[in-house]
């Protein structure tokens, strides 16, 4: 069977994607979330089942590869975009501190919930995988925030320079670190062909690489830049160079069994804190990275789901998935926040922010279904999962703190 060219695609999930986007933007959600949904509808769910032979040709297997690379490509220039963007105005210690109370305890809570949902969902797994690999994988699904997803959440609300919006993406960068340290100890524990070298290779290699980005990488872009670019513009000689390092770092965190968009961030963000440039890259390579290019990794998600995730028993695990996710994080981020002396109201926004998984999440089944730790039923309900956690981000965050999550960073509500 003949596959369905590239570019007609394209045309199909961004045409998807906007509608889908336009609808959930009308009952008030974001647009990332139509881009979510959007990868249900195209997946075997719903097109698969409507129309069989139209969803084959369509996403034809040899016609995924050329579209896995550019959902890749579009992870990483987003990633980038969102380092460029994060600014630290109070001071970057305190910051940290307040960020750390809220990371520690949204992967804590979340762990301690997996591992005890995990006895329930653990006859869904796949024959012969071990108990203990599958438990920590679960608890590690339930501690991922989706970074991306966040920002995007964030961005679209107009809350990424508030205190509250600063707070819960410092707090997502250190709660996915914890994550995916723990998720390579899980494919360590599966008997990947890398085992705990590989685990020790990612830990010991991500502090070694923070080191060389912002020990050697800072002080030689911040000279290009104030040399070749004083007006915030830089040539296309110096943006090529920019194009180099970050697809250098993002290659980096690849090859220590990370995602690249670990890399594609920590570029971002070791650049000079230069609103003019921000502007400028994001005229160039944000608007393409978000319009055309991350739909498509949406739309390749929802090609592992499968329909027997809402029938029977499939249908109560996903129950159990669902509240122990949305009770750890939002629990969790809040006790965090209730620590960093946060009132309650703005502690359960801030726990609220925590529990968008949508991106990272996926990532982390996709791994998981790679792995053999999980197959397509629990891949659904993970992405489920995701899904629902996502939606009700913008809700509760609007509930607990209503019209102060609007406000710009600057002295914290304390009690």
């Known amino acids: 069977m003949a596959h369905t060219p590239l570019l007609l695609q394209l045309v199909i999930i961004l045409t998807t994607a906007r509608l889908c986007g336009l609808l959930l933007r009308y009952v008030g959600q974001p647009p990332v979330i139509g881009e979510m949904v959007a990868g249900l509808l195209l997946g075997p769910i719903v097109l698969g089942t409507w129309f069989p032979g139209f969803h084959a040709q369509l996403f034809a297997k040899e016609a995924l590869p050329p579209l896995t690379s550019l959902s890749t490509l579009g992870l990483v220039l987003f990633m980038f975009i969102v380092g460029v963007e994060l600014r630290a105005p109070n001071g970057v210690r305190a910051q940290f501190r307040e960020a750390g109370a809220v990371g520690i305890m949204s992967v804590l809570m979340p762990i301690a ?50 205190r509250i919006g600063r707070l819960a993406l410092a707090s997502a960068a250190i709660t996915d670190v914890f994550a995916w340290i723990l998720l390579a100890l899980v494919v360590a524990l599966l008997g990947s ?15 070694a690489m923070c080191v060389v980005v912002f020990g050697v990488l800072r ?19 110096l943006l090529t ?17 990370l995602h690249e968009v670990f890399g594609a961030f920590l570029f971002g963000a070791c650049l000079p804190r230069d609103d003019r440039l921000l502007k400028y890259l994001m005229e160039r390579v944000e608007y393409v990275a978000i319009v055309v290019l991350m739909p498509i990794f949406f739309a390749l998600a ?8 809402f029938v029977g028993a ?38 609220s922010l925590m529990n968008a998984r949508g991106l990272m999440e996926l990532i982390v089944m996709k791994i998981g279904l790679d792995a053999g730790v999980i197959g397509p039923a629990l891949f659904t309900m ?13 809700p509760l965050v609007m509930l607990f703190a209503g019209k102060r999550a609007d406000e710009p960073y600057g002295p914290v509500n304390r009690v």
């Open 302 to 309: 929802g090609l592992n789901t499968t329909r027997d995730a």
């Open 219 to 237: 002080p030689v872009y911040a000279w290009l830049l104030a040399r070749y670019a004083g007006d915030g513009r830089p040539t296309l000689m």
């Open 382 to 394: 993970l992405l489920v999962m995701a899904l629902t956690t996502t939606i009700a981000t913008s």
């Open 113 to 162: 919930l997996g591992l005890g949902v995990a006895p329930l969902v653990y006859p869904l797994a796949p024959k012969g995988v071990a108990f203990w690999p599958f438990a920590l994988f679960m608890a590690a699904a339930m501690s991922i925030t989706a970074f991306p997803v966040l920002a995007r959440i964030l961005k679209d609300r107009d809350l990424t320079q508030t």
């Open 193 to 207: 062909h890398t085992g705990l070298n590989g685990f020790l290779k990612t830990t010991i290699g991500m502090v």
């Open 241 to 257: 160079t920019l194009m180099v390092g970050l697809f250098g770092c993002a290659a980096a965190t690849q090859w220590l069994g």
């Open 314 to 351: 499939g249908l109560g695990a996903m129950t159990v998935i669902v509240g122990a996710a949305i009770l750890g994080k939002v629990l969790g981020g809040a006790a965090g926040a209730r620590i960093a002396r946060h009132s309650w109201r703005d502690s359960f926004a801030i726990g």
